[in-house]
């Protein structure tokens, strides 16, 4: 949306992300959008097989990203990894995957039972360096330098101060740290019946 929005359209917005995710927290990834989705999604996606292959269905059934952000940069073993917006924390899973036992990762969401979803597929692996909390990408809730790497799949679209968000992004990156975004981005003028709207946001 070009224009300035209201306080009220704000809340909309909140409310409708809000509610969007709330159900696919309850009901699972299937169905509410618009792309594959799941273990099909992964595959078209080009996640690494050894993944697929390693994880529980129930896990791979919970991934809704729209890219690959580990088809960007390599995360190393030992690495410190941010997920904003990490919805069923499958990306988060993946990244601990990646970066070993002597790494750490952290799961950041703004819906409380996505990060409950998250916590249920953690405990499906029962990995000991991955922890996920509520928070938002505008007020990241970490000191400055705290992240080799910071990823986010599809989420960066959602927030309503994106300079913010990445301001925020690349405080808590160390020195020579890594963002690794995959998105949706708008590629030509919306028909006039749909720009404007505000429920643009959370179709």
Not at 157 to 167: G, I, Q, Y
Not at 189 to 203: C, M, S, Y
Request: aromatic letters at 6%; proline letters at 6%.
């Amino acid at each position: 949306m070009s224009r300035e929005m209201t306080e009220t359209e704000i809340q909309q917005v909140q409310q409708g992300i809000k509610a969007k995710y709330d159900r696919v927290a309850a009901a699972g990834a299937g169905g509410n959008f618009q792309y594959p989705t799941g273990k099909t999604g992964m595959e078209l996606q080009g996640y690494p097989p050894e993944v697929l292959k390693n994880f529980p269905p129930e896990v791979l059934a919970a991934f809704c990203g729209v890219g690959n952000p580990f088809s960007l940069e390599p995360l190393n073993p030992g690495d410190a990894v941010l997920d904003i917006g990490c919805g069923a924390g499958v990306d988060s899973l993946v990244a601990a995957h990646l970066v070993g036992a002597g790494g750490k990762v952290v799961g950041l969401d703004v819906t409380a039972a996505m990060v409950e979803r998250a916590r249920a597929n953690l405990a499906r692996l029962g990995l000991a360096h991955v922890k996920f909390q509520v928070g938002e990408a505008e007020a990241l809730p970490f000191p400055e330098a705290s992240f080799d790497a910071v990823i986010s799949n599809g989420v960066f679209n959602l927030t309503l101060n994106k300079e913010k968000a990445l301001h925020e992004a690349h405080r808590v990156l160390k020195p020579g740290g890594r963002l690794m975004l995959a998105d949706m981005v708008l590629v030509a003028a919306l028909p006039p019946d749909q720009a404007g709207k505000v429920e643009n946001w959370f179709q």
